[in-house]
């Protein structure tokens, strides 16, 4: 049993000019692979956290509405703890990603957030209704629901990442 329990409704989100605002993350992680070239020479594979729809198929990242009585950040590691059951450090703001929602011509607007995984809880909100799947930037891509999520994942995070793999930012802290 679950001791953390999801927001629900919309009463209490945000809007500007006629969007819902919403706010999600890309959780990822690092995982060790052997070097088959060299058994000494360790390489870190990058793995992004993906779950679930609950109304059909494909994978998404955690996201959801944005409220009143907190951050843009809070609601982003919010969604990623109900959606994921993940705690992490968010790193990165990837940027603003514009999309139509399930209800007919409403518009959202994500800000999405690199979130690296720090911890994967055991129990969660949405556990019973939600399957966690980590994949390669690539499988990830491919198996991704939204079009919108995909260019998030190429073109946010990916370049994200490689900005920051040849030293252009800092993995601890946010950076704007």
């Given at each position: 049993m679950c001791d953390l329990v999801a927001r629900t409704g919309r009463h209490l989100q945000r809007y500007e000019n006629g969007r819902r605002l919403v706010a999600g993350c890309i959780p990822f992680r690092y995982r060790d692979i052997n070097d088959e070239a060299s058994d000494d020479e360790?390489?870190?594979?990058?793995?992004?956290?993906?779950?679930?729809?609950?109304?059909?198929?494909g994978l998404l990242f955690p996201k959801g509405g944005w409220e009143n009585d907190e951050t843009v950040e809070e609601a982003a590691a919010r969604e990623a703890i109900e959606e994921a059951g993940v705690r992490g450090d968010l790193v990165q703001l990837l940027g603003f990603y514009d999309?139509?929602?399930?209800?007919p011509e409403a518009m959202c607007r994500a800000a999405i957030f690199a979130l690296h995984v720090k911890e994967e809880l055991?129990?969660?909100?949405?556990?019973?209704?939600?399957q966690r799947s980590w994949l390669t930037v690539p499988e990830a891509a491919e198996q991704s629901r939204y079009p919108w999520m995909?260019?998030?994942?190429v073109t946010g995070f990916s370049a994200w990442l490689e900005?920051?793999?040849?030293?252009?930012?800092?993995?601890?802290?946010?950076?704007?």
């Open positions: 360790q390489k870190k594979l990058v793995e992004v956290l993906m779950i679930s729809s609950q109304s059909g198929p999309f139509k929602s399930k209800q055991a129990s969660w909100p949405e556990q019973n209704t939600r995909q260019e998030a994942l900005n920051w793999r040849n030293g252009g930012g800092c993995v601890d802290r946010i950076e704007r």
